[in-house]
């Protein structure tokens, strides 16, 4: 089952506009961490917000910021006054599991890829 | 300037040859990851080192073998590969023990299998 389901294959904003990517998740774990990497075409994967399950404020990073709503199951990214340099897929990801000693995998959804128009 | 270094940054191989990946990381983390990504597709998981144990393998075939010397470097030692294996291939490092900890991501070595 899709753990991670991003439904925005595609999406445009002019410059200087805010823009909201959608993310949902499927998890029975109550302990969790959520995060966005943004990817440009270049290929490097660039961390940038995370979300924990037992956080009662919404991450923010800058012009970055995580609308979570823990029962709607999902983490949405919204990237407030838009820059060309903001071109990019973006991933969405997960991390479930309490401390267990060892690491946990990140599981990425399918990826919206942002055009940022003049 | 990241903070986890790939080399080669390309790499061009023959299905006989054999080669090395490798990721070096000075973050000071004690968990390292090795992801393959298709053109178009999220990374995937392969291999998962916690303390320089291999701790997860994704059913990764025997073609592609991991090794961790020491808790900064990461090897992914390529052998008989088919075309179907090109692919960025990125390594990733994180603090094992927290799992809202990001993972730190390398620029990746694009691989392409002739």
């Known amino acids: 089952a899709q753990k991670i389901t991003q439904t925005q294959p595609g999406m445009f904003v002019q410059e200087k506009e805010a823009v909201t990517l959608d993310c949902t998740y499927d998890?029975?774990?109550?302990?969790?961490?959520l995060f966005w990497y943004k990817q440009p075409s270049s290929g490097e994967m660039i961390f940038l917000i995370y979300?924990?399950?037992?956080?009662?404020q919404n991450a923010t990073e800058g012009r970055y910021s995580l609308n979570f709503q823990k029962a709607r199951k999902s983490a949405n990214l919204v990237i407030s006054a838009s820059q060309l340099g903001d071109s990019a897929m973006y991933f969405c990801?997960?991390?479930?599991?309490?401390?267990?000693?060892?690491?946990?995998?990140?599981?990425f959804g399918t990826g919206t890829r942002l055009q940022v128009t003049l | 300037d990241t903070e986890v270094t790939q080399t080669p940054k390309h790499l061009v191989m023959g299905m006989t040859n054999k080669k090395s990946l490798k990721c070096e990381q000075h973050?000071?983390?004690?968990?390292m990851y090795w992801y393959k990504q298709k053109a178009k597709k999220p990374p995937e998981l392969m291999f998962v080192?916690?303390?320089?144990?291999?701790?997860i393998n994704e059913s990764v075939p025997s073609r592609f073998s991991p090794e961790c010397p020491n808790s900064s470097l990461l090897n992914l030692h390529l052998h008989a590969l088919q075309p179907e294996d090109s692919a960025l291939y990125l390594c990733?490092?994180?603090?094992?023990?927290?799992?809202?900890?990001?993972?730190?991501f390398g620029n990746g070595t694009r691989l392409t299998v002739t």
């Open positions: 973050m000071g983390h004690r968990a």
């Open positions: 080192y916690s303390y320089e144990k291999l701790s």
């Open positions: 990801a997960m991390r479930e599991g309490r401390y267990t000693g060892t690491a946990s995998k990140l599981t």
């Open positions: 998890t029975s774990d109550p302990s969790y961490g």
């Open positions: 990733a490092s994180s603090q094992p023990r927290d799992r809202v900890s990001p993972l730190h």
């Open positions: 979300q924990g399950s037992y956080d009662q």
